[in-house]
Structures are given as C-alpha cells and as structure tokens.
C-alpha cells in the first residue's frame, strides 16, 4: 500500500503534517507556537505527587501540565527500596528475557520445520506425486502417513501458550508485588520520555523505559 507524508508549512505559525494512504487519512499532526509537539523528547522530571487510586504518578517536566507517569512504566531502578530487592527483580527480568529468547527461538525452528515439510509435500517429487511413488509401499497399515505434523503442531501450541503467559512481561517485573505508594515519593528525580503528546486537558503521557532511534538501530536502555 503506498503512503504518502504531506507538510504543510505555508501558514507562519502553524505546520500541519497529513499521512495519507490511498483514500484514507492514516494520521494528522499539527504544530504550532501555541501546540509544541513534545513526543519522544527525554526530560528530567520531579515527581509531584503520587496517586494511589490510580496507581500512577505526575511528574513535573517543565511544562504548564504535569507529565501522567503508570505504574507499568516505572523501571525497578527508580524503585526506593533495599538494594537486595532491586537485585532479585532485575533477575527475574532477566530470567524471563531468556525465556522469551528460548522460545522464539524453537518457534522459529518449528516453523522452518513446518514451511520445509510443506515444502517436501508439495514438491513433484514428494509423496504426493502418485505416478512415481507406490504410496502402498510407503503407507503400510497401522503406520502414520505423515508423523511429524503432530508433533509441529504440539510444539507450536505449546509456545503460543507460553507467549500468552509472557504477553504483559512488564507488569510482571514488579507492579503486581509492591504499589506504586510504597517505593516512589514525591520530590524523586526521575528521568522519563514523552509516549503521548498534550491532548486537551490531559497531560502527556509518560515513561522511564527510555528508546532512542538511530539509523540502524534502537537504543533501549533499561528496558526488558
């Protein structure tokens, strides 16, 4: 599908840029010296208070609206707690990206494995070419045609399973244990990026998990 970016600059106080596929209008940003977009820009921020209801917290980045920072976003090393604590969860996200490594890893080789075998039986010279192979001789009774699709498909419903377990790894890091009250205070320096510009009287939305685009690759520190 071709896409096509649009800018438009003519009016001097105010850039209005459209992203347009085909008939369709895919997205709409405009800036102005009233509306500064702020979206993925990095700011050290001061925690202005702490909301228990909603567990999340705002935070002060030098604009007229403070930053919404969740719970989720909040990387264990901004954590006020023992060190020891700090330690085990880094080595469960640890633990947990190796598993998620693990099993991307034996889905990809199932699936190599499934496009091959796909591969073999569609070939002319597979066993679905009739006219060259006595299919009798290579079927005797009481022996299964084609084994290995069994197998490919217990393991591939035994990682979708896992994925399904592993799908929100975040929340699972430390959110669930303690609250967001019991380990950031008000006052904290925190270093967080824009995820959401302003919109209306909301905010915009915040996080610590920090991720700088390059040409070739991007920069995720910290993050799982």
Same mark, same amino acid.
């Given at each position: 599908?071709?896409?096509?970016?649009?800018?438009?600059?003519?009016?001097?106080?105010?850039?209005?840029?459209?992203? *347009?596929? =085909? $008939?369709?209008? !895919?997205?709409?940003?405009? &800036? %102005? @010296? +009233?509306?500064?977009?702020?979206?993925?820009?990095?700011?050290?921020?001061?925690?202005?208070?702490?909301?228990?209801?909603?567990?999340?917290?705002?935070?002060?980045?030098?604009?007229?609206?403070?930053?919404?920072?969740?719970?989720?976003?909040?990387?264990?090393?901004?954590?006020?707690?023992?060190?020891?604590?700090?330690?085990?969860?880094?080595? *469960?996200? =640890? $633990?947990?990206? !190796?598993?998620?490594?693990? &099993? %991307? @890893? +034996?889905?990809?080789?199932?699936?190599?494995?499934?496009?091959?075998?796909?591969?073999?039986?569609?070939?002319?010279?597979?066993?679905?070419?009739?006219?060259?192979?006595?299919?009798?001789?290579?079927?005797?009774?009481?022996?299964?045609?084609?084994?290995?699709?069994?197998?490919?498909?217990?393991?591939?419903?035994?990682?979708?399973?896992?994925? *399904?377990?592993?799908?929100?790894?975040?929340?699972?890091?430390?959110?669930?244990?303690?609250?967001?009250?019991?380990?950031?205070?008000?006052?904290?320096?925190?270093?967080?990026?824009?995820?959401?510009?302003?919109?209306?009287?909301?905010?915009?939305?915040?996080?610590?998990?920090?991720?700088?685009?390059?040409?070739?690759?991007?920069?995720?520190?910290?993050?799982?």
């Amino acid at each position: 599908m071709e896409k096509n970016l649009y800018i438009d600059a003519s009016h001097p106080n105010e850039t209005r840029v459209v992203l *347009k596929s =085909e $008939e369709n209008i !895919e997205d709409y940003e405009y &800036e %102005s @010296k +009233k509306n500064i977009l702020v979206r993925n820009n990095i700011y050290l921020g001061k925690v202005s208070r702490v909301e228990p209801s909603l567990q999340a917290a705002f935070v002060d980045i030098g604009r007229e609206r403070h930053g919404f920072l969740a719970f989720n976003d909040i990387q264990p090393d901004y954590y006020q707690i023992p060190q020891g604590d700090i330690r085990d969860l880094k080595q *469960k996200e =640890e $633990e947990l990206r !190796e598993k998620l490594k693990e &099993e %991307s @890893k +034996k889905l990809e080789e199932n699936n190599s494995l499934s496009a091959l075998d796909e591969d073999f039986r569609n070939d002319k010279n597979g066993f679905n070419n009739t006219d060259v192979i006595n299919t009798e001789e290579l079927n005797p009774p009481n022996i299964e045609l084609n084994p290995i699709n069994k197998e490919i498909d217990r393991d591939v419903n035994e990682i979708v399973n896992i994925e *399904k377990k592993f799908d929100k790894p975040r929340q699972s890091f430390g959110s669930k244990r303690y609250k967001i009250q019991e380990v950031i205070k008000p006052n904290q320096i925190i270093l967080v990026q824009v995820l959401k510009d302003e919109r209306g009287k909301k905010g915009a939305a915040l996080s610590t998990f920090i991720s700088l685009a390059g040409k070739y690759t991007i920069l995720m520190p910290n993050t799982p």
